[in-house]
């Protein structure tokens, strides 16, 4: 099936070749079915659960009742299918908990339940005998036609048929010539069945589709689930942090001193030289694995926040920094890791790139933001295009719902700025 | 001999630093896993002096430094020497605040590996004497760098032995030049940083590095 929908196809000249008029005919006619059991069980639910409310059964049979729209509605969603190929997604949200009760709480809140047993009532009650109504018609006239000599040869013995009650042909010509007529009249109705299928189509998109509130509960889980991600991360930054300060590098401690001790023996030459060697080896992997852990993730962030690791990135750029970050206090560790680690870059771009000879790093809170601000008296010229850095520093500064502002002109000076909220109100604390 | 109480949460590096300890004639009087059992060893035992990790068992963030401090707080004669494995200001400048940084250490882990200079360095903290990593104090001398950019690099070389802890001869040992010359580069700093001069080391330690704190 081509990915037009019933509406565009209807447009062109080719619909009669395909099958969709077969397929919108499908569609109105397994209305009917559908629509006449749900009348069935809406008005059975009603009347049995409002008979029974003093019971707990009935109470029971009315909240089923008010959660028929649910499975009705994911029926109808795969349905359109039929005639139309743009999938409609499902406006419900997941339950923050697992378990009966709070995905109840969460259904029964939803606007999306209430508009899907709005349209399990209108479907009941109107739409599917219209539907019947106009399929039934189409058929009756188109199918009524088709079949008069095939009825004037097996129920009437070749005498007469009466054809919708209008006309009476009375010899096969006849008959073959009605039929003729229901074979014209054929793809002539399947114009406004196509467009009553379309029409219908139309409806159920409307009533069955995510309304404004499912998209903002949308977005909102997206951010959680990026929020998620994120901490994922960097709960596995910190394992692979502890696995090598907790390992490796307390075996390379021990094996330095092993190695130490066994220098005081004084071995005779080449002995003494190749443990001295070695010894020198381990003090140097010591070192690299020392940096290495830092930068994984600072052991100074997670014992004394964002104020004192800034302090100590700085102490260690090649470039002179002043660091003015009198921010009391403790924020989320996402926002302290986030803004951390771009503070770092900031600085390393500083470096590496700006020519700068001084830098400075600034902190402030304004009631509910901290705004963070790197300068420096470089050349300018940063930007965030082309993959750099700076990109994925703004990606992460956005998950904890803030900002990165960078002013560089050419010639400097750069200004480097996050805002980011003190307490992300998306947070999964 | 150093009665000591050791407070190391890897058994391999406790039983490695007590083996080590005995080597050079010292008594690990109680060996500690994690902050609290080290606060219970030090009130149990008296020692002479108190070897830490920072990161300790049960957080594993800096229980150890915190327990030190704490300690002493408590008792201000305790000598501390804290073992760290990160080069790490704000943990040194926290434990040289602490009494007047007199009988304290901060040297990174990866130290007693040269056995002697750390023995030589405990000796030195248990003796009442201030020994501060020389990567650390790198890092004390580039946090500090306006007043400091007027030392040569000469001199500034020789303030960072002299933050170790080390003698006029044990700095002109390890830069081999004579003590006259050490004396008169710790004059000509002295003068920079304007820092009185006088006689005692470990004072001369303490005002630097006061100085650098800022």
Known sequence: ????????????????????????????????????????????????????????????????????GIPVAAVERRRLRL??????????????????????????????????????????????????????????????????????????????????????????????????????????FAYPLG????????????????????????????????????????????????????????????????????????????????LAKAHEEAGVALVEIRELIRGIHPQVLTDRGLAAAVEDIADRSAVPVDVDFGIPGRFPQAVETAVYFAVCEALANVAKHSGASRAQVTGRTDGEQLTVEVRDDGSGGAGTAGGSGLQGVADRISVVGGRLLISSPPGGPTVFRLDVPRSPAHLVE | MLRIVLAEDSVLLREGLIGLLERFGHQVVAGAGSADELTEAVTAHAPDIVVTDVRMPPGFTDEGLRAAVALREARPQLPVLVLSQYVQRAYAEELLDSCDGRGVGYLLKERVGNVEEFVDALQRVADGGTVVDPEVVRQLLRHRRDPLSRLTAREQEVLALMAEGRSNASVAEALTVSEGTVSKHFGSILTKLDLSLTDATNRRVLAVLAYLRG
Request: glycine share 8%; with cysteine.
């Open chain 1, 1 to 68: 099936m081509s990915s037009l929908t019933l509406r565009q196809a209807l447009r062109r000249r080719r619909y009669l070749l395909g099958g969709r008029p077969w397929r919108a005919a499908l569609y109105l006619l397994s209305s009917v079915p559908i629509g006449a059991a749900l009348l069935a069980s809406v008005v059975l639910l009603a009347v049995v659960g409002s008979a029974l409310t003093l019971v707990l059964v009935g109470v029971l049979l009315l909240l089923m009742l008010a959660l028929i």
């Open chain 1, 83 to 188: 005639i139309d190929p743009v999938p409609l997604g499902d406006p419900h949200r997941a339950p923050a908990r697992t378990g009966l009760t709070a995905w109840l709480r969460t259904r029964l809140r939803e606007q999306a339940t209430w508009r899907e047993f709005g349209y399990v009532l209108l479907f009941a009650f109107v739409l599917w005998p219209l539907e019947g109504l106009v399929v039934g018609a189409v058929l009756a006239v188109c199918g009524g036609l088709l079949a008069t000599p095939v009825v004037m040869a097996t129920v009437t013995g070749g005498e007469e048929v009466r054809v919708m009650k209008l006309w009476l042909a009375d010899s096969y010509p006849q008959a073959f010539a009605l039929a003729l007529l229901g074979l014209v009249l054929l793809p002539l």
């Open chain 1, 195 to 274: 467009w009553a299928a379309a029409a219908r189509a139309a409806l159920t998109r409307t009533l069955l589709s995510a309304g404004p509130g499912g998209l903002d509960s949308r977005l909102e889980e997206l951010g959680r689930s990026r929020m998620r991600l994120v901490d994922a991360f960097e709960a596995e930054r910190r394992r692979i942090e502890r696995d090598l300060h907790d390992g490796a590098q307390q075996r390379l401690v021990a094996l330095s001193m092993t190695l130490g001790l066994a220098r005081l023996e004084a071995p005779a030459e080449p002995l003494g030289s190749l």
